[in-house]
Each structure stands twice: as structure tokens, then as C-alpha cells.
């Protein structure tokens, strides 16, 4: 394995083809490589044969969820963000709590009339098992889990939504000791590294508390095979290093079509009919050496989502227009951009 998107295929060929009839990812959020050397001393850490990985661009963990629940890149399933065009409205939205982008509350695109399979086409990663007799079971925190994107994305599985992560680390060995597909999501240290900074005592401490519970409830079936993984890594952010693109640029809402895609480590813009170059360069004079400014298209396979334009804010800074809402600017730290630290990612092996 060479990237994130083959961990899911991976597992998905050693079921179909009888490898191993008892398979489980644990996926920790934004617990990336620099994480992993960070606390490699760690006793549950030390079991595990680890490879080296690259995280899919961008690095985001709705690009890198759905990629696990579909076993599809994020080029072909198309939910690459956080916030991101639907064409069948004409809007930006938000897929993981269906809604349109800036709304403060779940579910507000059922008012669209928006049918949430249209989501993803195509089937799943646990509809493709389930059609070759074996059973999958997803376990997320029940904080947000089921929810609409879940009914979509995870269709086919069992949902099994839980607690505390010790509740839900000691029921996924327990589905692990059966046959079939388990995988079990953590927020929390992801979530802790928005708030406090990746480098934060409290950012350390949700690691080792999730890697702590995982030493503890540790417990293998014959013939299992235990991967667990991150979906990226975390860069330290400012709110005060943000650059306002519609304060540099005050020209620039008039050349774009909708509110900015994306997030702030990855702004994409979907730029009026033949005005991308014009933005390119407009916004690479204003930025200078604090950013990169591309086409979408060089950086990650097109599709009907994907904006015409993405903007890479330079290390420890953050960009958004003043003009929308629903930005991440207040994070300390983020993740959605191309540096090592958010990118840079890893699978470790636990066979039994």
C-alpha cells in the first residue's frame, strides 16, 4: 500500500478472496506520521508492523471517510471537502451534515427536496461484501452517528454507534472476534487539535488516551487482522494568519459564481466563465510567497463538484473571503492542504 485509497480496496480483496475472514481498521482523525514517530514509544504502537503512507489530496477527512465507506478515491466518489459544490442545486453544501454550507444545524438541505443518495453514486465498499456473504459493522461516535450522510455512505453495514471509546474499542474487538468487516472512526483527536493546536499538551493527551484504550481493550481472534490508520496529519494554524482574499482582492466576488468551496487550508473557487487564469493571477500577485494558487484540475482528478480554482495558504497560515461564512478560521490547528505534516500519513498491522 501505497496510499490511504488502497487501504479500503486492500481489505476489501483479502474478504472477497478469502485472505481473511476477520478484517478491522480503526481510523484515529488527524492522527498522522508526525503523531505516530511523536509517540512511537507507546506499548500499543510498538505492536504494529507500520507502513509509510500518502493521504489522498485534499487532505480532508470527508474526502478520506468516504473513500473507506466506498472504497473509492476521492477523484471518483467526489466528496472532497468539507464544503463543496451540488450541482443538482446549484449550491455549496456541506455532505457530511447535509446542509447548505454556513448553516449552523444538520439536515437543513431536506427542505431542498435534495435526495441524500444522490450524495454518491454507486455502491458501497459493505453493499459490495455484504453481495459476497460477508457482514460489515461501523462504528462511529454516537455524538453524531446515524446521521443522513451515514445512511448514504454507510449502506449495507451494521451501525453500531457508541460512547466513551473505551465502550466502543471493547464492542469493536468483540465484532472483531466474528467473521466479516469491522471499522471503528475517533474524532476526538482531530477535534482537540482544532481547538488547542496540534503541538498543545491537550493535543497530546487525546492521542495517548485513544492510544491508551486501544492497549487496553486489545484483544485478537484467531486468524484477525487489525489495521488502524489516520486519515491525515494536522499543521499549527493562527486566527490571527488569515489572509482575506476579498480584503486583498476587493475585485474578486464579482469574478466568482458561488460562496468559497473547500475549507481554510484549501480554498476552492468557482470562478465566472473564462475568468479562472484572471483569478490565478490576481490572487498569486496579492498573496506573494504566502500562498500557492492553481487550477483545481492539477491537483486532483476533475468532476462536477470540483472548483476551478484552489488556493494553498503557506505553512501556519489560513484564507477565506470575509464575505462567507462558515469558515474554519478560528482553528489552531487545520488540515486540507499539501504540507508533509498534513499529508504525510501511515497504516500499521496487527496480525494475530
Not at 446521521?147 to 468483540?174: I, K, M, N, Q
Not at 481547538?195 to 488516551?209: C, T, Y
Not at 480554498?267 to 506573494?288: C, N, Q, S, Y
Request: aromatic residues 8%.
Amino acid at each position: 500500500m501505497r496510499s490511504f485509497a488502497d487501504i479500503p480496496q486492500t481489505v476489501e480483496r483479502m474478504l472477497a478472496e478469502g485472505a481473511r475472514d476477520r478484517v478491522g481498521v480503526v481510523l484515529l482523525d488527524a492522527f498522522g506520521r508526525r503523531f505516530l514517530e511523536r509517540h512511537a514509544g507507546h506499548p500499543f504502537l510498538r505492536r504494529l508492523e507500520v507502513t509509510e503512507l500518502s493521504a489522498q489530496f485534499p487532505s480532508t477527512t470527508t474526502a478520506h471517510v468516504t473513500t473507506m465507506h466506498t472504497g473509492r478515491p476521492v477523484g471518483e466518489h467526489g466528496l472532497y471537502e468539507w464544503n463543496v459544490y451540488e450541482p443538482r442545486l446549484d449550491a455549496i453544501v456541506t455532505p457530511l451534515l447535509f446542509s447548505f454550507a454556513g448553516d449552523d444545524r444538520r439536515d437543513s438541505l431536506r427542505a431542498s427536496g435534495l435526495d441524500p443518495a444522490t450524495l454518491l453514486e454507486g455502491d458501497t465498499l459493505y453493499e459490495r461484501l455484504a453481495a459476497r456473504g460477508v457482514r460489515s459493522t461501523v462504528m462511529q461516535p454516537a455524538a453524531f452517528s446515524p446521521s443522513t450522510y451515514d445512511g448514504v455512505a454507510t449502506a449495507g453495514a451494521r451501525p453500531a454507534p457508541y460512547g466513551s471509546l473505551a465502550e466502543g474499542v471493547a464492542a469493536f474487538f468483540d465484532a472483531l472476534a466474528e467473521p466479516g468487516y469491522t471499522y471503528l472512526y475517533w474524532d476526538r483527536i482531530d477535534a482537540t487539535g482544532h481547538v488547542h493546536g496540534p503541538d498543545s499538551p491537550e493535543f497530546a493527551r487525546a492521542a495517548v488516551e485513544a492510544l491508551d484504550a486501544l492497549e487496553r481493550g486489545l484483544r485478537m481472534a484467531p486468524g484477525a487482522l487489525l489495521l488502524v490508520t489516520a486519515d491525515h496529519g494536522q499543521v499549527a494554524t493562527d486566527p490571527e494568519r488569515v489572509d482575506w482574499l476579498d480584503e486583498l482582492w476587493p475585485e474578486l466576488p464579482a469574478l466568482l459564481t458561488h460562496r468559497p468551496a473547500g475549507s481554510a487550508r484549501d480554498v476552492f473557487l468557482h470562478t465566472a466563465p473564462g475568468a479562472a487564469e484572471e483569478v490565478i493571477a490576481g490572487l498569486a500577485g496579492r498573496l506573494g510567497d504566502g500562498g500557492q494558487v492553481r487550477r483545481a484540475a492539477e491537483l486532483m482528478a476533475p468532476g462536477p463538484r470540483l472548483a476551478d480554482v484552489c488556493v494553498l495558504p503557506g505553512p501556519g497560515r489560513m484564507a477565506w473571503l470575509r464575505s462567507a461564512e462558515g469558515a474554519s478560521t478560528g482553528f489552531r490547528g487545520h488540515h486540507g492542504g499539501l504540507h508533509p505534516d498534513e499529508t504525510d500519513t501511515w497504516v500499521g498491522a496487527l496480525y494475530s
